[in-house]
């Protein structure tokens, strides 16, 4: 039984890859290609005692293990989508050899052809928005309010529904500028992604995220992209613009192998 497995970061078309000198993938491996049917993978060689169906289910329970297998994988896939379009795959994709990853690459030419026809010479954007938090009443009306008739309890009582109907105010109106915001941004876009709302505890923010976007936009659209998002800020959410990144949220394809789980 073989002691390796071939883990695969990205793929592009042959004619427009970079070489793979210099890279430095997961674990510290080097970053190398295999080729066929017009398409180049690439790839790194891993030891299967760490990236084998059993130890990479115990790993994955570790974030800090996760997280440098991340930005590694991150850093190959965005030096090749630098210079060539390109699909990125998921993370902790392996292939028990290479010439696995060359019968994928022989078996689904039509499919990634078609998605690096989709991303050639195009960038993904990610934008984020946030209910803005809570603003405190003004001096008097806390006041006013504490020199009523009420008795304590009934004030406190009346203080905290103001702020859940102030809480609720504001998140409804970030979540219908969201709605603004991403009609706005898909208008100059050519394709768009609304994933799922962050938990506060990935965000980082204690804030609500109403939005949660990617947009694929035309590389020379890039700034046209960005001053648009300029515009539409402060208007009842506050936003956050990253990118330009490699189009992770427009080239998933199931590629059969085992994903961050094991090798076929």
Known sequence: MPDTGTYVYAITWDTDA?????????AGTPVRTVADAGL??????VPLDRFGEEPLRRSLEDLDWVSEMARAHHR???????????APVRLVTVYGGDEQVRELLRDRRKDFTALLSQVAGRSEWGVKAYARRETAPPPGEEA?????S????????????ASLRGREDAWRVAADQAEHVHAALAAVSVANRRHRAQDPSLSGREEAMVLNGAYLVDDDRGGEFAAVVDSLRGQGADIELTGPWAPYS???????AVDAGGVR
């Open 76 to 86: 190959v896939v965005e030096a090749v989508a630098g210079t060539a379009p390109t």
């Open 144 to 148: 006013a309010g504490a020199a009523g």
């Open 40 to 45: 180049v993978a690439y790839v790194s060689t």
């Open 18 to 26: 970079p070489g793979s000198a210099g890279l430095t993938g997961v």
């Open 150 to 161: 009420d008795s304590p309890g009934i004030a406190y009582l009346k203080r905290r529904r």
């Open 250 to 256: 427009f080239t998933a394809l199931d590629l059969g």
